[in-house]
Every structure is written in structure tokens, then in C-alpha cells.
């Protein structure tokens, strides 16, 4: 099965790929079908823009398409960024930029008000456009203080993994391996959470 990843960030599209690779799942790019038209990000939540994401790649290439919403909701903030985790900082896509004003806004939040979860959800939409599978995954933590660990994937250096039971309890997304995140992550579990699904009839054939 070939699933095409309706993202243009390279770094998410490495994250499913190597998801997706242990249950012989192709990735396709959108720069392998010729690229995709921007699609406006203009739903309330990740579910409404996964869905428009997944929809219109499907149509534009008869492909199975699946699309990631995702980002971070802090609790004190009234759940920003929200949808405009990506944006935070008003340039798309700026990772230092959106970490730096989120440590602005929560400057002088004691600890245990700093509680936040990452969310991620999934639409895998059919060839036609039509929606077969919706999912959603979540990773609660809390924002640090300042950054920790190597990783440079969004707000990983800034997240700290709290869930208890984890090997990696107590360590910011970026002092993570791939593996390691992949366990506990958002994407990591709403993927795994796919690939169960992927195999029944309800979802994938018809």
C-alpha cells in the first residue's frame, strides 16, 4: 500500500515515514506527484484541518491520502497556540521563534501552571476524497523554562514528558531518540492507532 503524506515539513514527513516503514507502507511525497495546492488552514481544530488536508489531496492525485494536524495546547493559555502552534509567532513554520514567544507568555508561571499536552489528529482519506479513517493522539507534559535537549522538531526542547509509567518520563521531546518519542508522542500513538485500522474492512478496500 502507497500512502501519500498531504505535508510539505520534512521533518514530519520523516516522523510517519518511519512509522509507517515497519508495516510495508510506502511513503509518497507530495514533491513525487508534482506538489499540492496550499490548502487553507482555517478550522477551529486539528480534526477540521486534517480533514480538508486529507480530502483534497486525495481528490487532486487518487491517492490514499493522510493528513496531520498537530500542535500544542497549554492549559494556562486557554489552550494556545492551538491550531496556530505553527504560526505562534506570526512566520509559519518558525520554530525558534515560536518557542521563544511561548516562554514570553508564560514568563513568571510557576511550574505546576505550566501543564500542557501536545495533540495530534490523523485523517487517512480514500482515492475519491472521501474520509475513511479519523483519529486522534495526545502526550501530556509541561513547558520548561528554557530549552533542553538537541532535537529541533517544534516545540520539543520546550516540552517535558510527564506521563507516569514511561521510560521517558521526565525528559524534554528533544532529549529523545526517534524510537523513544515515537512510543509516547502524539503522532507516534495516533499512528499506531492507524495501523490497527488499516487492516479492517470497514476502513481500507471498499
Known sequence: MRILIASGNAKKRRELEELLAPAGIG???????????EVLEDQPTF????????????????????????????????????????????????????NHHLLEELEGVAEENRKARFVCALVLARPDGSLA????????????????GGGDFGYDPLFLFTEEGFDQTGRSFAELSGPQKSAVSHRGRALRMLLSRLGEEAAIGR
Do not use: Y
Not at 133 to 146: D, K, P, S, Y
Open 27 to 37: 511513503v509518497v511525497g507530495p514533491e513525487e506527484v508534482g506538489g499540492l495546492a
Open 47 to 98: 480534526l477540521g484541518n486534517a480533514r480538508k488536508k486529507a480530502a483534497a489531496a486525495a481528490r487532486a492525485t487518487g491517492l490514499w491520502a493522510l493528513a496531520d494536524d498537530s500542535g500544542l495546547e497549554v492549559d494556562c493559555l486557554d489552550g494556545a497556540p492551538g491550531v496556530h502552534s505553527a504560526r505562534f509567532a506570526g512566520e509559519h513554520g518558525n520554530d525558534a521563534a515560536n
Open 133 to 148: 479513517v479519523e483519529l486522534m493522539g495526545e502526550a501530556r507534559g509541561r513547558i520548561l523554562t528554557a530549552r533542553r
